[in-house]
């Protein structure tokens, strides 16, 4: 079928466009509002045009990767397609491609939309129900009877994406032995004081123990960053190990004000330095929540610390919401599909949950 045409099919056009060398994302951006934030989908592109080629009685059908329901930069999609959108059918845990890495799902849109609901079916759970249109809200949570408390989850608490070192392989230290000041590994003796305790949700379920280079300090809770003539002269053995991947450290795509010895990323280190949680962005069966001291620095995840505004809620009431049945009924409905029964989810998502 024609890209205009009332009736248009993703897989064939996303085919085309992936297959043409000349298409780039600026002009996209420039054209498609659903395309104008972020890291978009080229089905965002051939929706909006579709949505817009549509006649007054006119619908259309999309085979789409049902992941464009609940990504941050599909919101001005779902909102364009909001006045049109009548009915979805969801393959929630099939996988209909061998080469896809999200679930897929068929929508059905109508530019001559009689009713005020949208008629939602799990085609995997063969539940099917009419959900009213209103209740799409940012994400798109196809549920019959969504539960929501009073209170919301990052009125109390931060959630925040963990460090982001960019290489791994250079600071993360995975098998070495411990003397009174140094940690030994690959011949090198690492002083103690600049290594710190790591961990990852799957480090953590499986028993791993692993350390980590953290080329700071904090004082007073603030967090100090070293020259690096300072850090050389206060950690030379460990200065000495970092310079062994310097080229690679050198290539890294990091902040602008990061020194070549520090991580890519600093966003994450100012509230590290506490007692805090450790969820992980995949869920599948169950939500697994960790409790980490103040010097462990994890490297996988998300970490959960109180809000300074926070007098009424500790860590330990913070993992019991997270274990509840009741959020964990929130993940099945606000998280992304990835494979089998696992779902991604956000910070965001964790912040906005109520209970």
């Known amino acids: 079928t024609s890209f205009g045409g009332t009736v248009s099919y993703y897989y064939y056009t996303l085919f085309l466009v992936k297959n043409q060398p000349f298409v780039v994302t600026e002009p996209l951006k420039n054209t498609f509002k659903s395309c104008e934030k972020g890291k978009f989908d080229y089905c965002y592109a051939f929706i909006e045009k579709s949505i817009n080629s549509l006649e007054n009685i006119g619908k259309m059908a999309y085979l789409i ?96 994406h963990v460090i982001a070192t960019l290489l791994n392989e250079a600071y993360v230290i995975k098998n070495y032995t411990e003397t009174d000041n140094y940690f030994q590994c690959n011949n090198y003796f690492l002083e103690k004081y600049i290594v710190r305790d790591t961990a990852t949700p799957r480090t953590l379920r499986n028993g791993i123990s692993e350390k980590i280079i953290f080329p ?3 004082e007073e809770g603030q967090l100090k960053r070293y020259s690096e003539k300072e850090f050389e002269d206060l950690f030379p053995n460990v200065f000495e190990y970092l310079s062994t991947y310097r080229e690679k450290l050198d290539e890294r795509k990091k902040d602008e004000n990061s020194k070549w010895f520090e991580y890519g990323r600093s966003q994450a280190l100012n509230d590290l330095n506490k007692e805090k949680l ?40 913070a993992i019991t919401i997270l274990r509840s049945k009741n959020f964990m009924q929130y993940v099945l409905d606000v998280g992304i599909h990835i494979s089998g029964s696992s779902l991604r989810i956000t910070s965001k998502d964790i912040e906005n949950y109520k209970f």
């Open 278 to 317: 450790l969820i992980s962005t995949i869920i599948t069966t169950e939500v697994s929540v960790y409790l980490l001291t103040s010097d462990c620095i994890p490297y996988a995840g998300m970490y959960i610390v109180p809000k300074e505004t926070n007098n009424e809620l500790s860590l330990e009431d």
């Open 65 to 160: 990767p049902s992941s464009i329901f609940k990504t941050v930069f599909g919101a001005n999609l779902r909102e364009s397609m909001k006045p049109y959108i009548e009915s979805i059918y969801d393959f929630t845990q099939e996988k209909l491609f061998d080469d896809a890495l999200v679930k897929s799902a068929i929508m059905v849109l109508n530019a001559n939309r009689k009713k005020d609901t949208l008629y939602y079916t799990d085609v995997t759970l063969n539940i099917a129900f009419n959900l009213p249109i209103d209740n799409l809200a940012e994400k798109w949570f196809f549920t019959e009877n969504m539960r929501q408390g009073e209170k919301r989850f990052g009125d109390y608490f931060k959630v925040k």
């Open 216 to 218: 700071y300090s904090y």
